[in-house]
Every structure is written in structure tokens, then in C-alpha cells.
């Protein structure tokens, strides 16, 4: 049986070897530990892989006190589980590039400038339900008395995100601060309906989750942030891994708006993903389906029936079998698509 001193100097050997490897590198792969503060409140904090050293990011603030936006991130780590709470899962981390400004045997300090990036590595076969969470752009429209509008849109669908957090005004003026600030030249992704460089993340619960809008509710769990930020490491890992056309995003919706028993949001989110699927609107529809068999011809007329009848006969009630029939119909429509060959 080792005695407690060889096995203290095999620890301060392996914090050795392993301070060397992030010196060089600025990589160090963490995960997040529940503790008490001195005041007895819990609390959490990051602490290296292997060799469990607390890791500790730094700001410019004369005290140097832990970046407290961080947070968020631990606290969605945690919630995680699995690698991400675990010394020995290698599997799962949060990996942490920085400089490094101190380490020892017990502790390792990071700074956070403009070289801090946070990343999370995760697994998501156990995962039941990841956060609620929309990657946006931002658009602009003319307004009122010549002013300049601005609006949430979802990446690559387009769909509405709305939600008004503190107040509408509060959530203009956070839309309006990288124009006021300057900061959009250093983020133009964020103007672009595609590509995830630059962005605003909105997560929350839904209230409404149709085929053209995303309404959060205004509650406690609404946030709103501009990305990519420490904080949006971990859902971030999640887009990431879940990557999805706008085709298979509203093909999703659909199916989600039909076991919800949205029967009408499920059969316009049905000629959406065929219509994305075929690069566009009903004459890129049209054009793909050109001489397509006579079952998948089927599919597509029977789909846009119900699609009309969705959109124009508000008065007209759209029941299970018809939205069953429209998924069938997506269904088919698809899957001839990817056979074909998925680029328009």
C-alpha cells in the first residue's frame, strides 16, 4: 500500500507534467465541481482534469474576482452531469484556452482577453431534453418617422423569435448595442441569416413554437445574450453536434406541432421542409418533382391541398387525419429528395 507521501509526490509529479503541457498549449480540460462558499452558500467552480486543480479566470477588475458570468455556463455543465461533474471522464469536459497567469500544485489562473475561448465537449445519447435555446440574427427594417427597426430572426429558417424580457425597450437597446458601440464591425455574422460565427442566443421556455414564430415566455428563465460567449459554450455544443438543415428543423417542427395536436402548425411546418428541401417556394417544388413517379407526384399534390387549406380557409378546421396525412405526404416528398440527390 502506497504511503500518503509517495503518493503526494506522484500528484505534485503529475501537476508538473500537466502545468507543463498547458503552459505550452493554453488548453486545459476541466469539469465542474459543487462546493461551499465560507458563508455556507453553494456554489460552484471549475477544477482540471487528472489532476483536480482549481482553475480560476480572472479579470481585468482590481480585485480580480472570478468572471461572474461564467456562471451560467458551470451551472448548465452541472445540470448536465456525466464527464462534465466527473475527475476521470475523459469522454466529457470543458476544454478552457487561455494565457496562463499563475499555477502551482493547487490552483491554475487563466486570463480572460481576447485570446479566452470556452468550449464543451459532451455526449448526447443520455440526454432527455437539452436546453431551450434559438440561435438568431439580427435584422433591420425601416421603421416608423424613418427610423430603423430591428427584429430576431432564427438562423438558417428565418422564423420570428419574439420575446420582450425586461421590457421592449430594454430588448431594443441590447439589438441596437452593437451599432452603438461599434462592435458590429467585429461581428457581421450577426446581420446574417446563416453561419453561427456571430449571434444572439435566446433561451427560455415557449410559449408558442410554430412554423413561423418562436414566442418565449417573459419569466424568470429568459435570457438573451450576444454570442459566441463563455456562456454559450455548452448549448453551443449542442448546436454543434445537432447541426440541422432548415429542411430537417421544420420537419422536426412538424412532427413536434402534430404529437403536440397542432394540427394546422404541423401541415404548414410539413410544406415548409419540402419546399426549404427543395431550395426554396412552390416553383422550386414544382421544378424538382418534374417527372418524379407517380406516388411521389401524389405526395406533393396532396400535400400542397392541405397546405392551402392551412393557409386560405381560416374557418376551416384542419383535424388529425389531415395533418397525418400531410406528415406522410413530407415524409414521402423527402425522402424522394434525398434519394434524388438534397441540393437543389
Known sequence: MSSPSSKARRAAHAAQVTARSAQSSGRIKCYVERFERPDGMPDLRLREKLTRRTVRVLTNQSMLQPFAPMSNLLQDCYSHGGGLIEPRNRKEHVAIVAPIVTQNAQEITVWLDDKFSVTVNILTAGIVSPPVSVWCYVEEYPGENDSLGLRLRQKVTGRKVEMYGKNKDHLTKFLASPRFTGAYKLMPNLYEKDGYHDYVLVSGGTAVDSYDVVLFEDDAQLTYLLGPTPDTAY??????????????????????????????????????????????????????????????????????????????????????????????????????????????
Open 235 to 344: 448549448r453551443d455544443a449542442f448546436r454543434v453536434l445537432k447541426e440541422e438543415s432548415a429542411a430537417a428543423a421544420h420537419s422536426r417542427t412538424a412532427m413536434t406541432h402534430f404529437e403536440g395536436g397542432r394540427y394546422r402548425e404541423a401541415v404548414l411546418s410539413a410544406r415548409l421542409a419540402v419546399e426549404m428541401a427543395c431550395g426554396g417556394g412552390g416553383a422550386d417544388v414544382k421544378r424538382r418533382l418534374d417527372g418524379a413517379p407517380q406516388n411521389v407526384s401524389t405526395a406533393g399534390a396532396t400535400l400542397f391541398a392541405r397546405r392551402n387549406i392551412a393557409v386560405h380557409e381560416g374557418g376551416t378546421r384542419v383535424e388529425q387525419p389531415d395533418a397525418l396525412e400531410a406528415i406522410r405526404a413530407m415524409m414521402r416528398l423527402l425522402d424522394y429528395l434525398e434519394l434524388k440527390g438534397g441540393q437543389p
